[in-house]
């Protein structure tokens, strides 16, 4: 029986094989594998691609989220004990972050049609301690409107983004194109193997037009040290490696590609899906796919359906974290879209390296379900 595997990573690289060998070959012969012009020529590629002032690259996603929260508190902008808005249908890494340094998290409700944080319900979660709002732009699709940047300026708080899954992705303001990444103050990129921009390794990185956050966490994540052997700061290492950066060039050239592959397996879903059992995801024109989420009510059986005939699905994500043992002890409001959410959603295959006519055969398997 044909397969239609979730995604296959080797399919993934081996386009680039011959690319990223040279450059692997590159770094193999300077000498120098860390504190290079590799890392130097990613940041700046990724600052020009994305249309922001500064990238520092770092070890991974969470890193990347953990420096800017711990940047914000070195610089005395964020206090231990204040508040941050997160969404509860995230990957734990978003919260993660702000607990580890030493802020609350605030778990707020998702929209039942975006599936990212209900914009129109902030001002619910908002207290005199909240400092930030952390929008994830699940799956992919950006979270993001002008009411969002009128309250966050009204009430002094913090816009980060986590765009670990959105890289490459738009929203339209007033008529002009900016990428996740640069709308707020801070944003967190992953480069985890299974992203849009995927390294072959961990890689991460963070984005900011703010200079003075930049350098702080440029810092941290280099032993707290700004110039060496001179520790102002207790910091961490966090840097990403010569190898990655140099994996990382060789798909951002490609990266508008790989959006436009996956945009076109959306719009094979979004016209050939035509079941009643399955609601399909809001589809806007920035969204980047990182993943395909569609909703059902009796999950299992769905995915053994599918699994029966070869399609390989996955889910993002089965327990909220805030329903996770981690966090038994963190207070939170009732989340019942949330955790709806978590116990419907069924992400269906979306990689680029799985050929487009194959979308079809997936989307007639799916209207065939019962
Ligand atoms: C992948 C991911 C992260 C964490 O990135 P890592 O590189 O795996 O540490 C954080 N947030 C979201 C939404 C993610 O999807």
Request: hydrophobic residues 40%.
């Amino acid at each position: 029986m044909k397969q239609y595997p979730f995604i296959s990573l080797k399919e993934v690289n081996e386009r680039y094989e011959s690319e990223l060998v040279a450059a692997a070959e590159r770094v193999i012969r300077s000498g120098r594998y860390l504190h290079g012009e590799e890392v130097v020529g990613f940041e700046s590629e990724l600052a020009a691609y994305c249309g922001v002032g500064n990238v520092v690259s770092c070890s991974n996603g969470l890193d990347a989220l953990r420096l800017i929260f711990k940047s914000y508190v070195s610089l005395g902008i964020m206090r231990a004990g204040d508040e941050v808005i997160v969404p509860a249908n995230t990957f734990i890494a978003s919260v993660l972050a702000i607990s580890d340094a030493g802020l609350v998290p605030v778990i707020a409700e998702p929209s039942p049609t975006t599936h990212n944080l209900d914009l129109d319900l902030l001002e619910r979660y908002i207290t005199p301690r909240t400092r930030a709002v952390l929008v994830v732009h699940l799956y992919g699709s950006p979270c993001w409107s002008e009411h969002l940047v009128e309250t966050a300026h009204r009430c002094g708080l913090k816009i980060v983004e986590d765009n670990a899954q959105a890289i490459g992705a738009y929203v339209d303001c007033g008529g002009v194109r900016r990428m996740t990444g640069a709308l707020g103050d801070a944003a967190a990129f992953s480069f985890y193997p299974t992203k849009n921009l995927g390294a072959l390794g961990d890689a991460g990185a963070v984005a900011t037009g703010d200079n003075v956050l930049a350098e702080r966490v440029r810092t941290l994540a280099n032993y707290g040290s700004d110039v060496r052997y001179h520790n102002p700061y207790c910091g961490y290492n966090c840097r990403m490696d010569e190898l990655q950066a140099a994996m990382l060039r060789v798909k951002l050239r490609h990266l508008d590609e790989i959006t436009d592959a996956r945009r076109r397996r959306a719009k094979v879903y979004e016209r050939v899906i035509n079941n009643s059992l399955v609601r399909k995801p809001l589809a806007l024109a920035g969204a980047v796919w990182h993943q395909y989420v569609v909703a059902v009510d009796n999950r299992q059986t769905f995915r053994d359906y599918l699994s029966q005939r070869g399609v390989g699905t996955d889910i993002h994500y089965p327990v909220p974290p805030h329903l996770q043992p981690c966090y038994a002890g963190l207070k939170h409001s009732q989340l019942p879209v949330a955790e709806k959410l978590a116990n419907s959603v069924v992400s269906l295959p979306i990689t680029e390296s799985t050929p487009l006519g194959d979308f079809e055969e997936i989307a007639e398997i799916i209207n065939s379900y019962k």
